[in-house]
């Protein structure tokens, strides 16, 4: 199904955010942010002037490159069955944290990579276990660079008109890949189109996944794909500490989301925000 038939479930979903918006900050207080305590700031909390967006040089706080495939191996995490998806983090420091999904696709997916690891950020990249399946050598980067990957399914249908053992066929399958290619299986899964039930949250906890949706879409999925300047605009406009971007690095056309990223990046540090990752609390 095409995502603009989509669109009113996405409405819904995000006009829904204020009632879940406690739950799902409530659902959060259990996850930590990557580097907590925080870390200082990356410059001041004002917002840079003219000219002022230059790269920034590498800091100390980069993970540095893992050995072998991938993350260490763990031992699963005992995960509980929600009833919403978490839709923010805890407010942390001015954090925030950047997701691409539909991916990885060897079109834009490197560009976004080059332009994160240029600016000494971490990302989470939720799969479709079809296309890591194709391009394993992308999850492999992801690891390295220290980006959280999750489940997006295998091939990125609407949940919710799928069977029980359907929806565990496409978890399972893309949890296989990903352990496989990344190193370590995934903790997180996010529902294509924002589509969830009951039957998600029950068989992604029975994987070990934590569902995590968004505060903020940066509309790229849009058909016609925007420009970089609406795209930089949603994100711009939508940051604040605890918030959660939603863009895509495959599923169409995305060569506005690789050039707008290399805009409202170095405009949100400046700023003052931290971009990172979250990650979970053992039980």
Known sequence: MKKD???SRRRLLLAGAAVLGAAGAAGAAGLLLEDDPVRPARGALAAPGPGARAPHRPSTFR???????GPARRTPVRTAVRREPILRMPDRGRSMVL???DGPDPRYTPGILRTLREYDVRAMFFVCGGMAADHKDLLREMADDGHIVGNHTWTHPLLTRLTRPGIRSEMERTCEIVQDAYGE???WFRAPYGAWN???FELGAELGME???WTVDSGDWTTPPPDAKAI???VEGGAAPGVIVLSHDAGGDRTQTVA???DYLPFLLDAGYHLTVPRRRST
């Open 198 to 200: 009951r039957a998600t």
């Open 99 to 101: 997701t691409f999904d």
């Open 63 to 69: 993970l540095r490159p893992m050995t072998g495939s």
């Open 260 to 262: 707008a990223l290399r």
């Open 5 to 7: 038939q989509l669109l």
């Open 232 to 234: 930089v605009g949603q």
């Open 211 to 213: 569902p995590l949706a």
């Open 185 to 187: 299986a995934p903790l």
